[in-house]
C-alpha cells in the first residue's frame, strides 16, 4: 500500500515590522520612548512633589530622579539644537520650559525666583551635553552608515536641523575654537578651582563660568 505524501508545512510568520532593524538600534530607540514617557502621567494623577533648594538648585524627595531625568528629556525635545549657545535661546521658549516643568511636578519653592533660574541652568547645562553627546557620537563618528537616519529618529531631530548642526561641527573654524577650549582648559593653573562643594556648586563663580564657556563649544 502506498505511502500518502506528507502533508506541506505550515507557512511561516511573517517578520515583525522592524525586523531589518538592528539589536543596537531597537535598543536605543526603546530607552527614547523609555524616557519620554516619564513625562506622562495618568489623567487625574496628582503632580509629584519635588523640593527644590532656591540657592543651589539641589531637588531632594523621592521623586528627585524622575525630575532630573525629566529635565534631560526638556534639554532634549525643546531646544532647538542649531543654536550656538544656551543664551541664543529666546527667554519666551525658556518660559515655555518652566511652565512645561511646573505642569509635570509641583515644586512648592516654584515661587521664588531663583528656582526657576537655577532649573533652567540645569536645562541649559543639560542641552549642552546633548549637544556634545550628537558631537562627539554622531555628527563626527568615522563610521556614519546610516547615522543620519537613526539620530533623526531616535532624537525627533529634522534632517534639515540635523544638517545644519552637522556643517557647523564640520566647519574648520569650529574645530580650531574646540581645540583652543580643550588647550585652555589644559593650562588651568588652579585646577583646585573647579571643584565642586557637597551641594553642586563650583567653589568659584569664575570657575563655573570657564567651565559653562568650554562646555558650550562642543
Given at each position: 500500500m502506498?505511502?500518502?505524501?506528507?502533508?506541506?508545512?505550515p507557512?511561516l510568520?511573517?517578520?515583525?515590522?522592524n525586523?531589518?532593524?538592528s539589536p543596537?538600534?531597537?535598543?536605543?530607540?526603546?530607552k527614547a520612548?523609555?524616557?519620554?514617557?516619564?513625562?506622562?502621567?495618568p489623567p487625574g494623577?496628582e503632580?509629584?512633589v519635588v523640593n527644590?533648594d532656591p540657592?543651589t538648585?539641589?531637588?531632594?524627595g523621592?521623586?528627585k530622579?524622575?525630575?532630573?531625568?525629566?529635565?534631560g528629556?526638556?534639554a532634549r525635545?525643546?531646544?532647538?539644537?542649531?543654536y550656538?549657545?544656551?543664551?541664543?535661546v529666546?527667554?519666551?521658549?525658556?518660559?515655555?520650559?518652566?511652565?512645561d516643568?511646573?505642569?509635570?511636578?509641583?515644586?512648592?519653592e516654584a515661587s521664588?525666583?531663583?528656582?526657576?533660574?537655577?532649573?533652567l541652568?540645569i536645562?541649559g547645562?543639560?542641552?549642552?551635553?546633548f549637544?556634545?553627546?550628537?558631537?562627539?557620537?554622531?555628527?563626527?563618528?568615522?563610521?556614519?552608515?546610516?547615522a543620519?537616519d537613526?539620530v533623526c529618529?531616535k532624537?525627533?531631530?529634522s534632517?534639515e536641523?540635523w544638517?545644519?548642526?552637522?556643517?557647523t561641527?564640520?566647519?574648520?573654524?569650529w574645530?580650531d575654537?574646540?581645540?583652543?577650549?580643550?588647550?585652555?582648559?589644559?593650562q588651568?593653573t588652579a585646577p583646585?578651582?573647579a571643584?565642586?562643594?557637597?551641594?553642586?556648586?563650583?567653589?568659584?563663580e569664575?570657575a563655573?563660568?570657564i567651565a559653562?564657556?568650554i562646555?558650550?563649544?562642543?
Amino acid at each position: 500500500m502506498d505511502t500518502p505524501p506528507a502533508s506541506p508545512p505550515p507557512p511561516l510568520p511573517p517578520p515583525p515590522a522592524n525586523a531589518d532593524a538592528s539589536p543596537s538600534t531597537l535598543k536605543r530607540t526603546r530607552k527614547a520612548t523609555r524616557l519620554r514617557s516619564l513625562a506622562t502621567r495618568p489623567p487625574g494623577a496628582e503632580r509629584p512633589v519635588v523640593n527644590v533648594d532656591p540657592a543651589t538648585g539641589k531637588a531632594d524627595g523621592p521623586y528627585k530622579k524622575k525630575l532630573r531625568t525629566y529635565l534631560g528629556i526638556v534639554a532634549r525635545d525643546k531646544v532647538d539644537v542649531t543654536y550656538d549657545t544656551w543664551k541664543e535661546v529666546p527667554t519666551a521658549q525658556k518660559d515655555l520650559i518652566w511652565e512645561d516643568i511646573q505642569a509635570e511636578f509641583q515644586i512648592p519653592e516654584a515661587s521664588d525666583n531663583r528656582t526657576k533660574k537655577k532649573i533652567l541652568q540645569i536645562v541649559g547645562k543639560r542641552w549642552r551635553q546633548f549637544k556634545s553627546d550628537l558631537t562627539r557620537k554622531w555628527a563626527l563618528a568615522v563610521d556614519k552608515d546610516g547615522a543620519d537616519d537613526n539620530v533623526c529618529e531616535k532624537y525627533g531631530i529634522s534632517k534639515e536641523k540635523w544638517t545644519q548642526f552637522c556643517q557647523t561641527r564640520r566647519d574648520p573654524s569650529w574645530e580650531d575654537v574646540r581645540k583652543k577650549a580643550q588647550a585652555s582648559q589644559k593650562q588651568n593653573t588652579a585646577p583646585h578651582m573647579a571643584r565642586t562643594k557637597k551641594t553642586g556648586q563650583m567653589t568659584s563663580e569664575a570657575a563655573k563660568e570657564i567651565a559653562d564657556r568650554i562646555v558650550s563649544h562642543f
